[in-house]
């Protein structure tokens, strides 16, 4: 059965420093993987996603993530953050190709960005 | 464009009583999810829609819940009776359903329910 971890709940970091939240998966199968974000008050966003083809995702908002299938990993870096990044990011996985587009998310990294 | 809309974007209510949570997709989007967050847990998958079909109801969490889809436009979520632990935020989300788009779902911004 498929699984998301993020082992990281929360992750506070000074503003301008490098950040990278992590996730690893399990799937007996090839997956496509994503990541969302959420900011105060407002809906998830999707920051990028990982279909095929190069390993090194770049997303929206200067963040990227690079897949590792022998690590089973899809972890998310951004080498400057900024206060307006502060926010929850959720990593998700679905199976390809499962039809039903359902996805699995982890539980959550709440990324607070001190000045 | 307009996004994934719901309403309402909160509610509290009490133990056994009703909620109806209301979504309306982006237009022309044939696929319509509904997921759950309960506080400080993962994000799960409740169901997903195929135009008024219901494609996948496998994670529906139990018979108090029911989700339609009418016409194929917007859809409705029932909790009745509501009990404590339905207390959380309910996404709705949505996609096309042609090739290219590499499976990328559209969210709203949640309702968030408390049951009291």
Known sequence: AQSVTQLDSQVPVFEEAPVELRCNYSSSVSVYLFWYVQYPNQGLQLLLKYLSGSTLVKGINGFEAEFNKSQTSFHLRKPSVHISDTAEYFCAVSENPSGTYKYIFGTGTRLKVLA | ?116
């Not at chain 2, 309403?7 to 022309?28: A, M, N, W, Y």
């Not at chain 2, 889809?69 to 009990?83: D, F, H, I, N």
């Not at chain 2, 090739?99 to 990328?104: F, K, L, P, V």
Request: proline letters at 3%; charged letters at 25%; aromatic letters at 12%.
């Open chain 2, 1 to 116: 464009e307009a996004g994934v809309t719901q309403f309402p974007s909160h509610s509290v209510i009490e133990k056994g009583q009703t909620v109806t949570l209301r979504c309306d997709p982006i237009s022309g989007h044939d696929n319509l999810y509904w997921y759950r967050r309960v506080m400080g847990k993962e994000i799960k998958f409740l169901l997903h829609f195929v135009k008024e079909s219901k494609q996948d109801e496998s994670g529906m969490p139990n018979n108090r819940f029911l989700a339609e889809r009418t016409g194929g436009t917007y859809s409705t979520l029932k909790v009745q009776p509501a009990e404590l632990e339905d207390s959380g935020v309910y996404f709705c989300a949505s996609s096309q359903d042609k090739q290219g788009r590499g499976n990328t779902i559209y969210f709203g911004e949640g309702s968030w329910l408390t049951v009291v």
